[in-house]
């Protein structure tokens, strides 16, 4: 699955020449990030690691990626209105994982109280690595789905024409016309606007909940700078805002700075590390809220690894979207081996199979944000200590997914330029906006291809382990 300018790697002038000037692209064309020094200042700035080259996708996968996230839109949907699937999947999850206790909590609490929320807005991404069997086929499986801050959209829709430039600027003049548009920061502003519209407020603002600290603020912008372009007004404010300034009026319409909110876009909220008393308090005021939340409640808890793989059992796709074959089926074909380690026979067996043989599987959290599965000897040694304790429940075991290794260059700031072996992990943005029992807008909202070096064994851009990278269809 070659790109057609390995050649180049090896040409040491040529790439000096080329990491050169795809730096001096890449700040031109904002792929930007604030500095570890600097996190909350854009006095200082610098480009957001990305590789050198385009990477070779499959096309027949890559395709067949954007056909299935529709029908995944629809599965994120239907699950996050089925309380008694969430109750059961995680009945074992709740007890031992305090993180997704609380989350549960709240989503129970809101739901007695009755929903205030009308319209509903999922904006996902579904992420896939190219699995190489035995006899040299690719498959696409698939990794996760993020239901909350799915992150990137913005700063992918840059990076194409700086890898562009780059094959241009090594001759590959032909190639570097056959990289695909892709602007996910449009599609996924749509779906924010679409739910802004059907709230009916003119005058009520899309509000960003962000994080403390905020190096990753351009991506977040190419999706606001969007809505402003639309007239829809934007604020961007933290939990302990929400906590100090925010209210409910008799009608659950939700007021920060006495700014009427219509849509609560989620860039934080989805590890523990994010909440504290307050934070947990500032969660369930907007919750209870008629704002469009982004996500709701309801649909991170669909994005957790326990219901990721409760919907690899046989019969449970077809409980969820009845009457949709065709949808079951694509989806089925992406799924890796997923196991659960409930208490019982079938998790004891398949505890002692992974202890036995750890580097067939990926041992899998409930959480979010990349740099947390355990890999190899870790996940021999923590199931080891667990295997025995009601413990191992807040944890799924997965299929190790082989993809085939490329070279490549990963352009960092302030590191050596050299080759590496890399692999890929694709991932579609799908949004979807409901109003009541209606889907208004169900759609694949563009694309983004992560590489890293295959000495890493997890992370994302935002962890610092992979970067930004365009797809070569071949």
């Known amino acids: 699955m070659a790109a057609p300018w390995q050649d180049v790697v090896r040409d040491a002038a040529a790439v000096r020449d080329a990491a050169a000037v795809a730096v001096d692209a890449a700040l031109l064309a904002g792929v930007l990030m604030r500095t570890g020094e600097q996190p909350l200042s854009s006095d200082v700035v610098n480009y957001a690691p990305f590789t050198l080259l385009p990477s070779a996708v499959p096309q027949a996968l890559f395709e067949q990626a954007y056909t299935v996230q529709q029908d995944f839109n629809l599965l994120v949907d239907a699950i996050s209105q089925n309380r008694e699937f969430l109750e059961q999947t995680l009945a074992s999850t709740i ?16 739901l007695e109280e009755g929903l205030a929320q009308t319209v509903f807005l ?21 990794i996760e789905i993020n239901t909350i801050a799915a992150s990137f959209g913005g700063l992918t829709s840059r990076t194409a024409d700086v890898h562009g430039l780059v094959l241009k600027v090594l001759g590959k003049t032909k190639e570097a016309s056959h990289l695909l548009p892709n602007n996910p ?15 009916g407020s003119q005058s009520a603002v899309v ?24 007239n829809i007004r934007v604020i961007r404010r933290r939990f302990r805002d929400v906590f100090e300034k925010g209210s409910l009026d008799g009608s659950r319409r939700l007021y920060i700075d006495n700014q009427e909110v219509a849509v609560v876009y989620y860039r934080e909220g989805y590890v523990p590390q994010n909440y504290d008393q307050q934070n947990w308090e ?5 919750e209870r809220s008629r704002a469009v939340k982004c996500p709701d409640i309801a649909t991170q808890l669909a994005g957790t690894k326990k219901v990721q793989q409760e919907l690899s059992c046989p019969g449970t796709l077809e409980k969820l979207l009845p009457g949709r074959p065709e949808a079951v ?33 990926v041992l899998k959290p409930q959480r979010e944000g990349g740099g947390n ?30 993809p085939q290794p490329a070279l490549n260059y990963l352009l960092r700031a302030h590191s050596p330029l050299q080759v590496s072996e890399c692999i890929s992990e694709l991932g579609i943005f799908g949004v979807y906006v409901r109003q009541g029992q209606e889907m208004v807008l169900n759609e694949a909202a563009g694309h983004l291809l992560r590489t890293k070096a295959i000495q890493h064994a997890d992370g994302g851009v935002a962890a610092g382990v992979a970067v930004l990278d365009t797809p070569y269809l071949v």
């Open 207 to 230: 509000m960003f909940l962000v994080e403390e600290i905020q190096r990753n603020i351009f991506d977040q912008r190419c999706v606001e700078n969007e809505l402003w372009n639309r």
């Open 329 to 361: 089926a694509r989806m089925r074909a992406t799924f890796a081996g997923l196991y659960s380690l409930d208490e019982g026979e079938e998790g004891d067996k398949i505890a002692a199979t992974a202890i036995a043989d750890p580097d067939r599987f």
């Open 373 to 402: 599965n355990l890999y190899g000897e870790e996940l021999r040694q923590v199931l080891q200590k667990i295997k025995d304790s009601p413990e191992r429940t807040s944890y799924i075991l997965m299929d190790k997914i082989r």
């Open 282 to 286: 500032a969660r369930l005021l907007l």
């Open 185 to 199: 920061a449009k599609g996924l502003a749509l779906g924010i606007a679409k739910a802004w519209e059907l709230y």
């Open 122 to 142: 999922g904006i996902n991404r579904s992420d896939y690595m190219f699995d190489c069997g035995l006899d040299g086929t690719t498959a696409l499986k698939q």
């Open 95 to 110: 007890k031992v994982d305090d993180f997704t206790a609380r989350l549960f909590r709240i989503y129970m609490q809101v």
